[in-house]
């Protein structure tokens, strides 16, 4: 009883979960493009250069540190949605997550090779890696059944509406 009110909140934050991992993956390439853009190229291989002379231990810091910066960010979002600017605020907190998502990906695909040396933190990245995967496979039936009521093709009621409404809108279309 309690596994089946539990399921909707696992499947949104599995969903939330996923959405995180698009995020890094979609964030990654568009990062690497800027870096094409902006002498970031140069500082990626200084960066890396430097990264390979560290311990494992200080490269935690340095994928760790860039974060830093961002926190302010969020307290202006914050700050912002306590005074009912609205539209700005959710401007700047989906900015700082875009930019710290991508800030750090960029960070991690530099120092990834140092940090998995150390032993709980290769853990952590196996888990989560793990984690990502029962994710996307908790949600991949709901993503399946929600295409299926789009395409209008399932035999329940919502395919059948669906349908209904396809053949409505061809109608009117057909009668301009």
Avoid: C
């Amino acid at each position: 009883m309690m596994r089946r009110l539990l399921k909707p909140l696992w499947i949104l934050l599995a969903v939330i979960f996923l959405i995180e991992a698009w995020l890094w993956d979609h964030l990654e390439p568009i990062v690497e493009r800027i870096v094409a853009w902006i002498p970031f190229r140069a500082f990626k291989r200084w960066l890396s250069e430097r990264v390979d002379t560290l311990s494992p231990a200080m490269t935690l810091i340095v994928f760790a540190v860039p974060v830093i910066p961002l926190f302010p960010l969020k307290l202006v979002g914050l700050w912002l949605l306590a005074n009912e600017y609205w539209i700005s605020a959710i401007v700047v907190i989906v900015l700082g997550k875009f930019v710290g998502v991508g800030v750090t990906a960029f960070i991690f695909d530099v120092t990834r090779p140092k940090l998995l040396k150390m032993q709980w933190f290769k853990k952590i990245y196996e888990f989560i890696m793990a984690l990502r995967a029962r994710a996307a496979a908790l949600v991949e039936p709901v993503k399946r059944r929600i295409a299926e009521m789009l395409r209008g093709d399932g035999e329940g009621w919502s395919g059948r509406m669906l349908r209904l409404i396809q053949r409505f809108r061809k109608r009117v279309h057909e009668a301009r």
